[in-house]
């Protein structure tokens, strides 16, 4: 009987992974992995009730409840913050069970090796989630690589040292525990914001990694099966995030890009606009596209969107989206902002699927979004964006960048874009920017 | 025992292929949900701690220890769920 419990649940695990992939059945997925997860907590319980105390029901509860509670206060701009706090529960709840399994002595030798790793894997994904947190909610600036270069080259010999004092097992185990949760915190604090995306997403992998190695430790298959589900699904994402950025995992893993002004003069002063100037521009337009960046989301602007979008449309004026993989601080952040405001996703394009559009776009606007648009990362083999996919605004007919001042987006360079001859500055807070240019319509 | 070794790795690389090449093609739209979503799941770990707990023996500490496993495992899965319902709500409205 639990057998088929179980089949059916993997089964439906798959299947919601599945319908995950299309907006028209995306949220049936939601309600079928719920039930899965519902028949494969159900089954561990093997109808057999009475095995636990009140302790376990009250835990399940309260923190059942909790989790509703947060998830319902929470608002849309502080998705990835989120996000990455359920993900380290997730991993600190693998590596917790892990330590607790290898703390029993009856552990066979190759259940062991495999507990160690959920419990590294586990801890390190808790901790760099925890910092992943911090540094999205700008509590912690970026650490110099330094330290987490050091603490790389100790690894090796911090490793081989508690071996020497294998009559004390448990000290082992503790030890491995603080060194996976300090290199847990050190990797992620080297890491700068803009590449959070990344991040997130590879620590969502490594909980389910964890998850997945903890069903090897309790000989449960469906808690292989949904945890090898949720590694592989987070891998893509990783993978995805990027190559929009032309780097490697690695190579973002390093930490240390980006935080620090490396250029940011130009040859000649940015042309200047006005709100009134723009809702002109705009209205003499027939095709618009807006490209959103984390600056949208800092101030809150996705109304002031939706507002401007409506405003064009009944101008009969075509208004698309288009959106870079690694817009904001989450795979999809900026989406997700617009769903919000309910712009139809229709309407919202990919890098691929608009890059060749721009140049038959009357006018772009620019919304707090930088390297993304800088068209350096076509043209200058020496920039550090060198290579990076951009969206080519700087080919439309007309560019209006929203922007609070010319200050260096993340990598930390300077924009030509900002000085092109077809773009102009509108000098305001993303929000502020775009209510001024609603309010100038009322006027044209 | 090695015969169901083998076979639990088989599992767990089918599981991954699949995942792989069910997710391979998500629109970006659809990034954050699916993200959220999975993260849900990985609470599937929620298992493991329900299975170990009977057997944690005397030891108050790891009584404790299973127990915050407990209570992360299910705020990660219920917190999850809820929050992925209310971004995939946002996506409904439109259709």
Same mark, same amino acid.
């Given at each position: 009987m639990?057998?088929i419990?179980?089949?059916?649940s993997?089964v439906?695990?798959?299947f919601?992974?599945?319908?995950?992939?299309?907006?028209?059945?995306a949220?049936?997925?939601n309600?079928?992995?719920?039930?899965?997860?519902?028949?494969?907590v159900?089954?561990?319980?093997?109808?057999?009730?009475?095995?636990?105390d009140?302790?376990?029901?009250?835990?399940?509860?309260v923190s059942?409840?909790?989790?509703?509670?947060?998830?319902?206060?929470?608002?849309?701009?502080q998705?990835?913050?989120?996000v990455?706090?359920?993900?380290?529960?997730g991993?600190?709840?693998?590596g917790?069970?892990a330590?607790?399994e290898?703390?029993?002595?009856?552990?066979?030798?190759?259940?062991?090796?495999?507990?160690?790793?959920?419990?590294?894997?586990?801890v390190?994904?808790?901790s760099?989630?925890i910092?992943?947190v911090?540094?999205?909610?700008?509590?912690?600036?970026?650490v110099?690589?330094?330290?987490?270069?050091?603490?790389?080259a100790?690894?090796?010999p911090?490793?081989l040292?508690p071996?020497i004092?294998?009559?004390?097992e448990?000290?082992?185990?503790e030890y491995?525990?603080?060194?996976s949760?300090?290199?847990g915190?050190?990797?992620?604090?080297?890491i700068g914001?803009a590449?959070?995306p990344v991040?997130?997403?590879?620590?969502?992998s490594?909980?389910?990694i964890?998850?997945?190695s903890?069903g090897?430790i309790v000989?449960?298959?469906?808690l292989?099966?949904?945890?090898?589900?949720?590694?592989?699904?987070?891998?893509?994402l990783?993978l995805?995030?990027c190559?929009?950025?032309?780097?490697?995992?690695?190579?973002?893993?390093?930490?240390g890009f980006?935080?620090?002004?490396?250029?940011?003069?130009?040859?000649?002063?940015?042309?200047?606009?006005s709100?009134?100037?723009?809702?002109i521009?705009?209205?003499?337009?027939?095709?618009?596209?807006?490209?959103?960046?984390?600056?949208?989301?800092?101030?809150?602007?996705?109304?002031?969107?939706k507002?401007?979008?409506n405003?064009l449309k009944?101008?009969?004026?075509?208004?698309?989206f288009?959106i870079?993989?690694?817009?904001?601080?989450?795979?999809?952040?900026?989406?997700?902002?617009?769903?919000?405001?309910?712009?139809?996703?229709e309407?919202?394009?990919?890098?691929?699927d608009?890059n060749?559009e721009f140049?038959?776009?009357?006018?772009?606007?620019?919304?707090?979004a930088?390297?993304?648009?800088?068209?350096?990362?076509?043209?200058?083999?020496?920039?550090?964006?060198?290579g990076?996919?951009?969206?080519?605004?700087d080919?439309?007919?007309?560019v209006i960048?929203?922007?609070?001042?010319?200050?260096?987006?993340?990598?930390?360079i300077?924009?030509p874009?900002?000085?092109?001859?077809?773009?102009?500055?509108l000098?305001?807070?993303?929000?502020?920017?775009?209510?001024?240019?609603?309010?100038?319509f009322?006027l044209? | 025992?090695?015969?169901?070794?083998?076979?639990?790795?088989? %599992? @767990?690389?089918l !599981?991954?292929?699949i995942? /792989?090449e069910?997710i391979?093609?998500?629109?970006?739209t659809l990034?954050?949900? *699916?993200?959220?979503?999975?993260?849900?799941i990985?609470g %599937? @770990?929620?298992? !493991?701690?329900?299975?170990? /707990?009977p057997?944690?023996?005397?030891?108050?500490?790891?009584?404790i220890?299973? *127990?915050?496993?407990?209570?992360?495992?299910?705020?990660? %899965?219920?917190?999850?769920?809820?929050?992925?319902?209310?971004?995939?709500?946002?996506?409904?409205?439109?259709?």
């Amino acid at each position: 009987m639990i057998e088929i419990i179980l089949l059916v649940s993997s089964v439906l695990f798959i299947f919601a992974l599945k319908l995950f992939g299309r907006p028209s059945t995306a949220h049936r997925a939601n309600t079928f992995a719920m039930l899965a997860m519902a028949l494969a907590v159900f089954s561990a319980f093997n109808f057999d009730f009475s095995k636990y105390d009140p302790a376990f029901y009250i835990t399940i509860v309260v923190s059942g409840l909790l989790g509703v509670l947060i998830s319902k206060r929470v608002q849309m701009t502080q998705m990835p913050e989120l996000v990455g706090l359920f993900n380290g529960f997730g991993g600190g709840a693998s590596g917790a069970i892990a330590y607790v399994e290898l703390s029993k002595s009856t552990l066979p030798l190759s259940d062991y090796f495999v507990a160690i790793f959920s419990m590294v894997i586990g801890v390190f994904t808790f901790s760099g989630s925890i910092i992943a947190v911090l540094k999205l909610r700008g509590k912690l600036n970026n650490v110099n690589t330094t330290i987490a270069n050091i603490f790389s080259a100790f690894l090796p010999p911090l490793i081989l040292l508690p071996s020497i004092w294998d009559d004390m097992e448990i000290l082992t185990l503790e030890y491995f525990m603080l060194l996976s949760l300090i290199a847990g915190v050190i990797r992620v604090a080297v890491i700068g914001g803009a590449d959070m995306p990344v991040v997130i997403a590879f620590l969502n992998s490594l909980s389910g990694i964890a998850a997945m190695s903890a069903g090897f430790i309790v000989n449960s298959i469906i808690l292989i099966v949904a945890g090898a589900l949720v590694g592989a699904s987070g891998i893509i994402l990783t993978l995805l995030m990027c190559a929009a950025m032309n780097r490697t995992l690695l190579d973002v893993l390093k930490g240390g890009f980006g935080g620090t002004t490396l250029n940011n003069e130009y040859e000649k002063d940015p042309i200047s606009t006005s709100p009134e100037d723009v809702a002109i521009q705009l209205s003499y337009a027939e095709s618009v596209v807006i490209v959103p960046g984390y600056g949208m989301a800092v101030a809150q602007a996705q109304a002031a969107v939706k507002e401007l979008t409506n405003t064009l449309k009944d101008k009969n004026i075509e208004v698309k989206f288009a959106i870079h993989p690694v817009a904001g601080r989450m795979p999809g952040h900026m989406n997700v902002l617009l769903a919000e405001v309910d712009i139809d996703y229709e309407d919202m394009f990919t890098l691929e699927d608009i890059n060749s559009e721009f140049s038959s776009t009357d006018v772009v606007i620019v919304l707090g979004a930088n390297d993304v648009v800088n068209p350096l990362a076509r043209t200058d083999e020496d920039s550090p964006i060198y290579g990076m996919p951009i969206l080519d605004v700087d080919l439309a007919k007309q560019v209006i960048v929203i922007k609070r001042s010319m200050s260096p987006g993340y990598a930390g360079i300077a924009n030509p874009l900002f000085i092109n001859d077809n773009a102009k500055m509108l000098f305001a807070d993303a929000k502020e920017g775009l209510e001024n240019i609603i309010k100038s319509f009322e006027l044209v | 025992m090695e015969a169901t070794f083998l076979l639990t790795l088989l %599992i @767990t690389f089918l !599981a991954s292929f699949i995942g /792989y090449e069910l997710i391979s093609k998500i629109p970006q739209t659809l990034h954050t949900p *699916l993200m959220s979503g999975s993260n849900a799941i990985s609470g %599937i @770990t929620l298992i !493991a701690a329900i299975l170990i /707990y009977p057997e944690v023996g005397e030891s108050q500490l790891l009584k404790i220890i299973v *127990l915050i496993a407990i209570a992360f495992a299910t705020l990660n %899965i219920v917190g999850g769920f809820s929050v992925t319902g209310r971004i995939l709500e946002m996506f409904k409205k439109n259709d």
